[in-house]
């Protein structure tokens, strides 16, 4: 999506808790490394997030996109799940993108216009064993994005969500490599396979541009077509 976005003109500021990954990847960004810079900070340090939004704008001016990508996964049966996974969960993906939405929304209220956009899951919809407070956290975060978009959109404010499938991710390394749950994806997926990463490019650049200035409150699936199957 960073790519994406930096492609179509953006000025990137990427985020994130490790400083060597984040130099590496905005080294591997195609474009003019000007547009690109990054800053560290840990999204479950509620703390820190005032911090960072006013650090980003100090060095790259206003924030007029807000993407809240930062995720975790914990996978264990419910009654063995620690207290601090669930509180894990809750802070990365729900609590995180309602405090860095409320930072940005104040400069974005003024400026009268600004772009939201959370990454979600198709788990926002679905249910499977071991994620459960994953499942939990993006149903919630589902409800945020709509609320965000109904209190926001007189201010002509957008807010709308992403939810990919299955994608070949760091995060999903092992369920790549595992050939059963390999060919359960592929199987259960209509387009047979797992997503790639790129394929959540076009409809980020799609929802930070002013082509979707009629479009808010809404959570995309980009799924293969696995959520229209059963």
């Not at 940005?104 to 959370?118: E, L, P």
Request: glycine fraction near 10%; proline fraction near 5%; aromatic fraction near 6%.
């Amino acid at each position: 999506m960073a790519q994406g976005l930096a492609g179509a003109g953006a000025t990137v500021t990427l985020v994130g808790r490790d400083a060597t990954k984040l130099d590496q990847a905005a080294n591997e960004l195609v474009c003019a490394r000007e547009q690109v810079g990054y800053l560290t900070c840990d999204v479950t340090r509620r703390d820190e997030l005032a911090s960072l939004v006013n650090s980003a704008e100090d060095a790259r001016g206003p924030v007029e996109i807000l993407v809240n990508n930062a995720g975790v996964q914990h996978r264990s049966p419910v009654v063995d799940f620690p207290e601090d996974g669930w509180d894990t969960m809750l802070a990365t993906h729900l609590t995180a993108p309602f405090l860095l939405a409320r930072s940005v929304a104040r400069g974005m209220i003024q400026r009268g216009r600004g772009k939201i956009i959370n990454t979600l899951s198709v788990m926002a919809e679905l249910g499977r064993p071991t994620i459960v407070p994953y499942a939990a956290a993006k149903g919630g975060l589902r409800m945020l994005t709509r609320g965000l978009a109904v209190e926001l959109g007189p201010k002509n404010i957008q807010v709308n969500g992403i939810a990919p499938g299955y994608f070949r991710t760091a995060m999903n390394e092992a369920l790549v490599a595992d050939p059963e749950f390999d060919a359960w994806v592929r199987k259960r997926t209509p387009a047979a396979r797992w997503g790639e990463p790129h394929e959540l490019a076009g409809l980020a650049v799609l929802l930070a541009s002013r082509a979707s200035d009629y479009i808010s409150g809404q959570v995309i699936f980009v799924d293969g077509g696995l959520t229209a199957s059963v």
